[in-house]
């Protein structure tokens, strides 16, 4: 079964500094994963997704994500954090039973920019 | 034109009542979902339906049951509601691989 880990339920950086989300994944299959976005009260944004063509995806907003396939990991970047980018990040998994599929989310981190 | 959308955005009721959430999306996807996202923002899936057929039900009570009159509804009945029902339900859509799918805004449920 698949499953997803991301560290840090907080992550503070200062506005201007480079921010990075961590995201491990547990996969029986080659995974497909995403990074989503939200911010207060509103729904989820995909920010980009890896399925299996490059490794290195870059979203929108200015995020990339790179996956490491001997680290089992997808962490997210952005090299200068903007006051916008407060919000809670969630790191998922795709999963495909009996001909649908579904996603696995990791518990999120909340961002916070530090002015 | 908004991707998915949901109604109500927010539904106050008291316990033991029965309620529906609609969700209606306009992107053409054959898959449709169900998502609960608990006061720790914990994001579950509920359901998903391929072609008008449910294919996950992720133990789920059986109190709530998704309809879907076509591919671009799913609605979320719930019945007999509990407290611990409050939450944050999200409903999505995707096509078939490579998986992305794309959420409603949310409807905020408070059960009293």
């Known amino acids: 079964a698949q499953s997803v880990t991301q560290l840090g339920s907080h992550v503070s950086v200062s506005e201007g500094a480079l921010v990075l989300l961590r995201c491990n994944y547990s996969?029986?299959?080659?995974?497909?994963l995403f990074w989503y976005v939200q911010y207060p009260n509103q729904g989820l944004q995909l920010l980009l997704k890896?399925?299996?063509?490059?490794?290195l995806v870059k979203g929108i907003n200015g995020f990339e994500a790179e996956f490491k396939k001997s680290e089992t990991s997808f962490h997210l970047t952005k090299p200068s954090a903007h006051m916008s980018d407060a919000a809670e990040y969630f790191c998922?998994?795709?999963?495909?039973?009996?001909?649908?599929?579904?996603?696995?989310f990791g518990k999120g981190t909340h961002l916070i920019i530090q002015p | 034109d908004t991707a998915v959308s949901q109604t109500p955005k927010y539904l106050v009721t008291q316990m033991g009542n029965d309620k529906s959430i609609k969700c209606e999306q306009n992107?053409?996807?054959?898959?449709m979902y169900w998502y609960k996202q608990d006061s720790k923002k914990f994001l579950k899936i509920m359901f998903s339906?391929?072609?008008?057929?449910?294919?996950i039900n992720e133990t789920v009570p059986n109190r709530f049951s998704p309809k879907s009159p076509d591919k671009a509804h799913l609605n979320l009945h719930i019945n007999s509601l509990e407290l611990g029902d409050s939450a944050v339900y999200f409903c999505?859509?995707?096509?078939?691989?490579?998986?992305?799918?794309?959420f409603g805004p949310g409807t905020r449920l408070t059960v009293t």
């Open positions: 999505a859509s995707s096509h078939h691989p490579p998986y992305e799918q794309y």
């Open positions: 339906y391929n072609n008008k057929e449910l294919i």
């Open positions: 996969s029986s299959v080659p995974p497909y």
């Open positions: 890896y399925t299996s063509a490059a490794t």
């Open positions: 992107l053409g996807h054959d898959t």
């Open positions: 998922a998994v795709a999963f495909s039973r009996g001909g649908a599929d579904g996603l696995t």
